[in-house]
T-cell receptor, first 110, second 113 residues
Framework: KNEVEQSPQNLTAQEGEFITINCSYS?????LHWLQQHPGGGIVSLFM???GKKKHGRLIATINIQEKHSSLHITASHPRDSAVYIC????????????FGKGTKLSVKP | DAGVTQSPTHLIKTRGQQVTLRCSPK?????VSWYQQALGQGPQFIFQ???????QRGNFPDRFSGHQFPNYSSELNVNALLLGDSALYLC????????????FGSGTRLTVV
């Protein structure tokens, strides 16, 4: 079993829909990251969380440390949001490496 | 302010050859981590360099080695290439103690034939 699990693996939405991507992890962590990867391969960091909730534009990330669960929400989705969204964690006590989930491929149709 | 720069962007090598990939970190960052991403998978941690030393290593064989230079740039070397080494290799820079997250490069796509 992977230490970081994401669901769903694939998600297709209509423009304007509210989207939720979930991430569960099995290790103690010092931080959790939500990342966006476009087809070219480059990764953009969206959020780094250690507790609570963060919001940036139409993106909202939440984390529940007790339940070892995080969600990424996209409000009013747009075709330009189409990408792979990856959850990654810094294991507590590690020297800084990240453990990644396999990603959620999001496709937003106009 | 330049982000993380990786070179080359694409590379084709023959099985058994050796390859060197390069990474220049974001200005102000002193730590470089390397990841391997196979098609359809999440990235896997290879190793991390800080102060010109390998600080932590993932579950990769000794064929994978690296180096960090005084200007914080880094190289990833892979010897005796296998077909299974074909992947996207990502570099991420940060500044310990990583309070502000990571900046990723666009990656080097390595194909071993």
């Amino acid at each position: 079993k992977n230490e970081v699990e994401q669901s769903p693996q694939n998600l297709t939405a209509q423009e304007g829909e509210f989207i939720t991507i979930n991430c569960s992890y099995s290790v103690g962590i010092s931080a959790l990251h939500w990342l966006q990867q476009h087809p070219g391969g480059g990764i953009v960091s969206l959020f780094m969380l250690s507790s609570g909730k963060k919001k940036h534009g139409r993106l909202i990330a939440t984390i529940n440390i007790q339940e070892k669960h995080s969600s990424l929400h996209i409000t009013a989705s747009h075709p330009r949001d189409s990408a792979v969204y990856i959850c990654a964690v810094n294991p507590r006590g590690s020297q800084g490496n990240l453990i990644f989930g396999k990603g959620t491929k999001l496709s937003v149709k106009p | 302010d330049a982000g993380v720069t990786q070179s080359p962007t694409h590379l084709i090598k023959t099985r058994g050859q050796q390859v060197t990939l390069r990474c220049s970190p974001k200005s102000g960052h002193d730590t470089v981590s390397w990841y391997q991403q196979a098609l359809g998978q999440g990235p896997q941690f290879i190793f991390q360099y800080y102060e010109e030393e390998e600080r932590q290593r993932g579950n990769f064989p000794d064929r994978f080695s690296g180096h960090q230079f005084p200007n914080y740039s880094s190289e990833l070397n892979v010897n005796a290439l296998l077909l299974g080494d074909s992947a996207l290799y990502l570099c991420a820079s940060s500044s310990l103690p990583q309070l502000f997250g990571y900046t990723f490069g666009s990656g080097t796509r390595l194909t071993v034939v």
